[in-house]
């Protein structure tokens, strides 16, 4: 099992995060890319709704997020940065193939850049500013926005197999982006998109990732409760 109080790697993560980020938290993806090759690591524990200790910003993140992780004697922030570290280690993350390489490279870019920003800006209105009488008018144009970006994904994805090919880092990213809309019913409109999803949370190594994540999460909160 990956996590190992003695191990040398370490990954930095949240606990009492509100309830909608339940198994959202971005470490998990770093977590899944650990599992998928058996690499022990321990986890250094934040609080999510306090701030950072001193120090913080300046020996792990600067801008005081998650995940961030200490690897072979190098520190890493960002999610794609960690990914992009480990793939360059295990050809079980990253395909060493010069042109499924390029793709995972590519469509790991694309998960960040191009799907996920349409993400999130469905996730503010949603979740973020719910309660703000803007939001229910400018809906809409993000779901529309949001729909353009996962029509082209929906058309460029090949039923029942990986972005790159085989299984790989673009994949961690791209699934882990589309949980981000898990609060709406929006993915039963691209069933391609839907069954890659599931294919990838059926994973052995994304279900231990989850299960040690929500252990280290703990309960959820409520949002204005402090931790």
Same mark, same amino acid.
């Given at each position: 099992?990956?996590?190992?109080p003695?191990?040398?790697?370490?990954?930095?993560?949240?606990?009492?995060?509100?309830?909608?980020?339940?198994?959202?938290v971005?470490?998990?993806r770093?977590?899944w890319?650990l599992e #998928?090759?058996?690499?022990?690591?321990?986890?250094e524990?934040?609080?999510a709704?306090?701030?950072r200790?001193?120090?913080?910003?300046?020996a792990?993140?600067?801008?005081g $997020?998650?995940?961030?992780?200490?690897?072979?004697? +190098?520190?890493l922030f @960002?999610?794609g940065?960690?990914?992009?570290?480990?793939?360059?280690?295990? @050809?079980?993350?990253?395909?060493? #193939?010069?042109q499924?390489r390029?793709?995972?490279?590519?469509?790991?870019?694309?998960?960040?850049n191009t +799907?996920?920003?349409? +993400?999130?800006?469905?996730?503010?209105?949603?979740?973020?500013?719910?309660?703000e009488g803007w939001?229910?008018?400018?809906?809409?144009?993000?779901v529309d926005?949001?729909r353009?970006?996962?029509?082209h994904l929906?058309?460029?994805? @090949?039923?029942?197999?990986?972005l790159?090919?085989?299984?790989?880092?673009?994949?961690?990213?791209m699934?882990?982006?589309l949980r981000e809309?898990?609060?709406?019913?929006?993915?039963?409109?691209?069933?391609?998109?839907k069954?890659?999803?599931?294919?990838?949370?059926?994973?052995?190594?994304?279900? $231990?990732a989850?299960?040690d994540q929500a252990?280290d999460?703990?309960a959820?909160i409520?949002?204005? @409760?402090?931790?």
């Open positions: 099992m990956p996590i190992d003695q191990a040398e790697t370490v990954l930095v993560a949240l606990k009492n995060v509100p309830a909608f980020a339940h198994g959202l971005r470490d998990l770093v977590r890319a #998928e090759i058996d690499r022990s690591y321990r986890t524990i934040y609080e709704m306090t701030p200790p001193d120090g913080y910003r300046e792990w993140q600067p801008f $997020q998650v995940p961030a992780l200490e690897a072979d004697g +190098v520190r @960002e999610s940065a960690i990914l992009l570290h480990l793939g360059e280690q295990d @050809e079980r993350l990253l395909p060493r #193939e010069p499924a390029g793709d995972a490279y590519s469509w790991l870019i694309a998960a960040l +799907v996920e920003p349409a +993400v999130m800006d469905l996730q503010w209105v949603d979740v973020f500013r719910a309660r939001t229910k008018e400018a809906r809409p144009g993000f926005f949001l353009v970006r996962l029509t929906e058309e460029a994805m @090949e039923p029942d197999t990986w790159a090919g085989t299984f790989s880092i673009a994949d961690i990213l699934v882990t982006v809309i898990r609060h709406t019913d929006i993915l039963d409109d691209y069933p391609k998109l069954a890659y999803k599931e294919r990838g949370e059926v994973r052995p190594a994304f279900i $231990q989850l299960a252990a999460l703990g959820p409520k949002l204005g @409760e402090p931790a």
